[in-house]
């Protein structure tokens, strides 16, 4: 999902998917549970109304009548296109950057009766959201019209609670690879004419060439239509890019399998040796947790692979991966397009100095830095309440660390051996890896006890990266 949060768009009419128009509001978007944030206050409601492709045909009673009394009606060129010349309200489009002009645009409810058109339902990846965050809930009321997603499932035959939805609007197309997992049904909101082949290539790219994709075009309208064929023998074509991209997922033979659930193969990460290991990346995901929505600090995060996982356990996962060398931060970067969290927030430096002004994280892995100064009291203090810490270590030192930290804030304290079957000349035998020693952490709501920095708890000796343990 580039930066957490998505850009704005800056042309409407080019850009807005089949039901959305030019941007909406994330998960990273939007403030914590406490709600939206309301930026523009006072004035009467505004009314948001969604239209389709069949236009004023295919609007109820209620939408109609508002149109009729409107005075001023926002909406992209299209959408104002499909109003009856009887719709008497000026008709302004969005101007562009839409997102800066909407608070002045807004400000004409007080005076003027205001209707802002949207694609389908307003509130599906819409205005509407972007609306009720400017204005709050009690100050938007929304008409909607059946979404592109209904309509595509419909023709389809797809039951919609088995479909996954992802709009390419403002996000990398790099994004979708955690949905690409064989059976899977996707409808894939697009932006431009463009969009359809560029997923294509990448299912071809993912040893996924066999997929069966439908792109449906002018849903709902009279120029209805439907296009098939498998990814590997899609041929662009001038498609309309308000469109639905409807895939249906089917490997190759030997295509590669990297499933959300954590501990994907050593050999999906690009890396010099600093690796945490499938088994001990599983057992070390398992204990962090991931919560949809929750941060993730990743402390010397070597290959990324960690903070990957947690991101891809969920699309509202966020994560911070904090690595001191250039080089590895631009194989961190490569690991996360790769495997489709291109949202991975990378930090240039060392532990504890480069935690200093990043935001508040619901969970801290250390793989690197446990027995450097200071680092796990910096990640204990910016820990949230109820927030899990789990940090690993392979050498004596870092285990004298852990164990002292263990005794005096408790949690779990293990330590991980594994033993994989290699060759021993015309035979097979055991190869035991270096054990890992993990402690896990959960503090407390009320944490208020600071540590005793009289008790010996960190040594002085380099950084110790524990991910090259495996």
Known sequence: ?????????????????????????????????????????????????????????????????????????????????????????????????MLASLPGLLAERSRRRLVVLASGDPMFYGIGAT??????????????????????????????????????????????????????????????????????????????????????????????????????????????????????????????????????????????????????????????????GQLLWDVGAGSGSVGIEWMRSHPSCRAVAIEARPDRLERIAANAQTLGVPGLRLVAGQAPHALAGLPRPEAIFVGGGVSRPGVLEACESALAPGGRLVANGVTVETETVLADWHRRRGGRLIRIAVQRAEPVGGFTGWRPAMPVTQWSYTKPLNHSEPLNHSEPSNHSEPLNHSEAAL
């Open 1 to 97: 999902m580039p930066d957490a949060t998505e850009p704005e768009k800056t042309e409407p009419e080019k850009t807005e998917p089949a039901d959305a128009v030019a941007f909406a509001v994330t998960a990273q978007d939007a403030p914590a549970a406490g709600g939206p944030a309301v930026l523009v206050t006072g004035g009467p409601a505004v009314l948001v109304i969604g239209i389709g492709a069949d236009g004023w045909e295919g609007l109820g009673a209620a939408a109609r009548a508002a149109l009729a009394e409107a005075e001023l009606v926002l909406g992209s060129d299209r959408q104002l296109r499909l109003l009856p010349a009887h719709v008497l309200a000026e008709r302004r489009a969005w101007p562009s950057p």
């Open 131 to 292: 609306l009720v965050r400017l204005l709050g809930a009690d100050s938007v009321h929304v008409i909607a019209q059946v979404s592109s997603v209904s309509l595509a499932a419909a023709r389809l035959g797809w039951p919609v609670e088995e479909i996954e939805v992802f709009s390419v609007l403002g996000r990398p197309m790099t994004a979708l690879h955690p949905l690409l997992q064989p059976g899977r049904r996707l409808l894939v909101l697009l932006s431009t004419a463009a969009d359809a082949a560029a997923v294509a290539r990448l299912l071809c790219q993912r040893g996924l060439g066999p997929s069966e994709l439908v792109l449906l075009s002018e849903l709902g309208g009279p120029a209805e239509r439907l296009r098939r064929s498998s990814a590997e023998n899609w041929s662009p074509q001038p498609d309309d890019p308000l469109a639905v991209l409807a895939v249906e997922v089917r490997p190759a033979p030997d295509a590669a399998l990297l499933p959300a659930s954590p501990g994907l193969p050593d050999t999906a990460f690009d890396n010099d040796g600093q690796l945490t290991k499938s088994e001990i990346r599983a057992i070390t995901l398992a204990a962090l947790a991931p919560v949809p």
